[in-house]
């Protein structure tokens, strides 16, 4: 379990955590990443925070033969991964089709900080891209900010099929 001065380092307020915090509870997050001290940070973290159903896979394999049971409604993905990366998982994601995952919301992780490291993945299908050492508050807002661009996709697809039905 993690303790308070986690947070403290990280400059998670409480205010925002009980606030932010209960905006995600109940997702389901996939975390995909090959540094297993990497993976159970991050899980710990948001289980904590935002009460959050997470999974944690070590390599592509393992990651889409389990996808379409664990139905996640975010996918975080490290790019640097031995023999299958994630630009492969996520290509392989984007190839199913929507009610499938097709279209889950994606952040790519990474320690490469250049910017055509950063459009690479974007390219491949990503939403975000976010750098390692993790910014726990960056990861927090960008989670808010894909949840609500989703939520506001399927409002406007709604209120079009409306419109459309006689």
Excluded: W
């Excluded at 915090?21 to 996939?30: N, R």
């Excluded at 889950?104 to 390219?123: C, T």
């Amino acid at each position: 379990m993690l303790n308070t001065s986690f947070y403290a380092r990280h400059d998670v307020r409480n205010e925002m955590v009980m606030n932010e915090g209960s905006a995600l509870k109940g997702i389901k997050i996939l975390i995909v990443d090959d540094d297993l001290d990497s993976c159970e940070l991050l899980s710990e973290f948001l289980q904590v925070y935002g009460e959050v159903e997470v999974r944690v896979f070590n390599c592509v394999k393992e990651t889409l033969v389990a996808f379409p049971q664990f139905q996640p409604q975010v996918l975080i993905s490290d790019i640097a991964m031995p023999g299958e990366d994630g630009i492969t998982l996520i290509q392989a994601v984007r190839s199913l089709p929507v009610e499938q995952g097709g279209k889950i919301p994606a952040i790519a992780l990474s320690a490469m900080a250049r910017e055509q490291d950063r459009q690479r993945a974007l390219e491949a299908g990503f939403d975000r891209y976010l750098t390692k050492p993790m910014d726990f508050d960056k990861l927090i807002s960008t989670l808010l900010d894909l949840l609500e661009e989703t939520t506001a996709l399927q409002g406007e697809k709604a209120e079009l099929t409306t419109k459309t039905t006689p």
